[in-house]
């Protein structure tokens, strides 16, 4: 044991620690926050400015973290784009994007640039934790090298973790505390610490042989998830052509106590995670020589889900007499999951750019969403349309793409002339209601 590893470890164990926590966007500000809740100094960085002084001004800008919670803890933190204060952390954890390129190829631009930016500005001690989501080996292939290289070695000087996030953004079951923690040192010291830090901010730790394992761990659990929606979406398609209601299908196998886990159909993944990451390990299993059918199957599957939608809309304009083209079609949800406002990859967005390519005349309703974002790809100059009973009657068709909890259902069903529903909100047979 070195002695910056037993002093390390005796300050982290006592929870007299500062901890820095780089990328505050949906999975870092909550942790930051957990840092300072558990009552270490907890210092947020990013390369945004227009987040940090919302931040510093006590300001969340993500709808699902209330600013009372940085209040409520705000003589705990400091936030700042300035690299430099990592000098003053014991811990760096790092919470950046890592999304696919143009290829669909892992694109770790934004974990190499943070690596590049917390060298310079290295210290005896430091405890480096990624949390990003990533292919296995990355921790050993692309953090470990570039920081030996700055002439510390990891394990006696610096230690090296890697711990997975599994948060789940708006689901009020479970949070930063309760998930449990998966966690993975590069060596013994570095998982001794990895134990001690997540142990103050986690109620379970789950301690892994090697930042490997930790990688794969979370990968399995989305691909289960991807793979899992790809096979309901598939089976949804085969049943509605069967006439066979396929939510009561799901109810119905899943009070069996045992070997079955629901997963609902939709149309299309979003999200940062699960239409993502399947295609870091697909990458990753090339260079292995192996080729991952399931990832890409389900893939290929979930993909033509918004097509899907769009055929279910032109079937439901066509029974009416009416096209696609100059129709009026009022999206509702825009956001990837219902009571979130985050609408990365939200399938939403593909279904209303393949209706206006169409020629429809189309507009969206989210209560989380108020104006229509920059995102990259697609860009629409709209606002959130209220959903009075007067705006629902003015459109030809209602697409029900993200089924919020704050909509009236009721009122969407009394004054939609055709509502395409491709979340299972209206599982009985309404007669203006098409299930997609
Ligand atoms: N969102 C989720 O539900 C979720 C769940 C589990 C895991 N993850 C993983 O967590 C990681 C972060 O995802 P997120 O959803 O929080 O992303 P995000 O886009 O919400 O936040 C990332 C933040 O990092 C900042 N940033 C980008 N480059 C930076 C840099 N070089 N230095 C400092 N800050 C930088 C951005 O400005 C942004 O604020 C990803 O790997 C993701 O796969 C996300």
Not at 36 to 52: F, N, Q, R
Not at 282 to 288: I, L
Not at 350 to 369: E, N, R
Not at 407 to 414: A, G, M, N, T
């Amino acid at each position: 044991m070195s002695d910056c590893f037993d002093k390390q470890f005796e300050k982290i164990h006592a929870g007299k620690f500062t901890a820095a926590v780089i990328g505050l966007g949906y999975i870092g500000l909550p942790l930051l926050l957990r840092f300072a809740e558990s009552g270490s100094e907890a210092l947020g960085l990013d390369v945004d400015p227009a987040k940090i002084d919302s931040l510093s001004n006590q300001k969340s800008y993500i709808k699902h973290i209330p600013s009372e919670r940085i209040s409520a803890v705000y003589d705990k933190l400091a936030f700042s784009t300035d690299f430099e204060q990592l000098q003053k952390a014991d811990v760096i954890v790092i919470c950046v994007p890592t999304p696919l390129n143009q290829y669909r190829e892992p694109d770790l631009s934004f974990v190499i640039d943070t690596v590049e930016r917390i060298l310079p500005n290295l210290r005896q001690g430091h405890v480096i934790s990624l949390e990003s989501t990533t292919y296995p080996g990355t921790t050993e292939e692309e953090l470990l090298p570039r920081i030996e290289s700055s002439g510390f070695k990891v394990g006696e000087d610096i230690f090296l973790i890697y711990s997975p996030e599994r948060e789940d953004p708006g689901n009020q079951n479970f949070s930063t505390q309760t998930i449990p923690k998966i966690v993975s040192g590069h060596s013994a010291n570095c998982l001794a610490l990895a134990q001690a830090l997540y142990d103050k901010v986690c109620d379970q730790v789950v301690p892994v042989s090697s930042t490997k394992v930790a990688e794969m761990t979370k990968l399995l659990e989305n691909i289960h998830r991807a793979v899992n929606i790809g096979l309901v979406n598939e089976l949804k398609v085969l049943a509605d052509k069967m006439g066979i209601n396929i939510y009561e299908v799901i109810d119905a196998a899943k009070t069996k106590p045992f070997g079955f886990t629901a997963f609902y159909p939709g149309p299309g993944l979003g999200g940062h995670c699960i239409p993502i990451d399947p295609f870091y390990l697909t990458w990753k299993a090339r260079e292995y020589g192996v080729h991952t059918r399931f990832i890409e199957l389900a893939g290929e599957v979930n993909n033509a889900m918004p097509d899907y939608v769009v055929e279910k809309v032109m079937l439901g304009l066509n029974q009416q007499q009416k096209s696609i083209r100059s129709s009026k079609i009022l999206v509702l949800g825009i956001a990837y999951k219902k009571n979130v406002d985050d609408m990365r990859e939200s399938p939403a967005v593909v279904i209303m750019d393949k209706l206006v390519k169409l020629g429809a005349v189309v507009d969206y309703s989210d209560p989380f969403i108020p104006v229509f974002p920059k995102i990259r790809n697609y860009y629409f100059d709209l606002d959130s349309v209220a959903l009075t009973a007067e705006n629902i009657a003015n459109y030809d068709c209602v697409v029900i793409a993200t089924d919020h909890d704050d909509f009236d259902y009721d009122l969407i069903c009394e004054h939609a002339r055709l509502i395409i529903d491709s979340r299972g909100k209206f599982k009985n047979d309404n007669e203006n209601v098409i299930n997609a």
